[in-house]
């Protein structure tokens, strides 16, 4: 099977003023179709370099990283972008939701930049804010919501393209705990479903959450841990 994530002693360092900072060292990380992954350790560590590579936001210094099997290490800015909005889901702890835009028109966006006739992006979108519980919001707009409804709203925005890996950065960073635990049973959800999905968590709780926990310290594998 081939992996969703592979990673080959990939490193990223930053130049920042006269110093140079070795954010990854030489990390080589695989994840399979269908896992459920916590990336965590303390701050300075490198996961949030790690998920802007995954996500491709970044590019190695040097090392490949093969998304689904494609060899992405080298491509220019637009081919990342496009990869960005055809093979990736991101859900974030602001939620980055469009505030004049109601429910459904947020969760269409990604259709609306792919192309997709207005009629199938309607549907695409109502049937994912039914999944995530938000079919009586439909045209409410994002500060008539709760966190946790807007985290739904994100969610369902980040399933629209149907992408191969979910990546969430501290999802429940600014929910309440009881919010913060109905988005976590949603994660349950969607991975039960064959979603992969990979999240950068503090929580220990919210990492327990997960079916594999990859730990960072000083830029390197510390510990890999599979339930």
């Known amino acids: 099977m081939t992996p969703i994530v592979q990673l080959d002693d990939v490193r990223r360092t930053y130049q920042m003023g006269g110093e140079l900072v070795h954010a990854l060292r030489g990390l080589t990380l695989s994840i399979q179709p269908g896992e459920y992954v916590a990336i965590m350790g303390p701050s ?67 259709l609306f930049y792919q192309g997709r006739p207005e009629e199938e992006a309607r549907e695409i979108a109502t049937r994912l804010a039914t999944r995530v519980g938000l079919e009586k919001r439909l045209d409410h707009r994002p500060f008539e919501l709760s966190g946790g409804q807007q985290q739904r709203v994100a969610i369902a925005r980040a399933l629209a393209s149907d992408p191969i890996l979910l990546l969430a950065d501290e999802a429940t960073g600014n929910l309440d705990s009881s919010s913060g635990r109905e988005i976590l049973g949603l994660f349950d959800e969607l991975n039960a479903a064959g979603k992969t999905l990979v999240m950068v968590t503090h929580d220990p709780a919210t990492g327990e959450r997960a079916k594999r926990l990859v730990r960072l310290r000083d830029g390197v594998l510390e510990s890999d841990l599979r339930k």
């Not at 990736?88 to 269409?108: A, C, K, P, R």
Request: hydrophobic share 35%; with cysteine; proline share 3%.
């Open 44 to 110: 300075g560590c490198g996961k949030s370099t790690l998920l802007n590579l995954l996500g491709c936001l970044d590019r190695p210094s040097s090392g490949r990283y093969l998304l689904g099997g494609d060899d992405i290490s080298a491509l220019n800015d637009d081919d990342l972008s496009s990869i960005r909005g055809r093979r990736l889901g991101f859900i974030f702890q602001s939620y980055n939701l469009i505030q004049q835009l109601n429910v459904l028109e947020n969760i269409e966006v990604p």
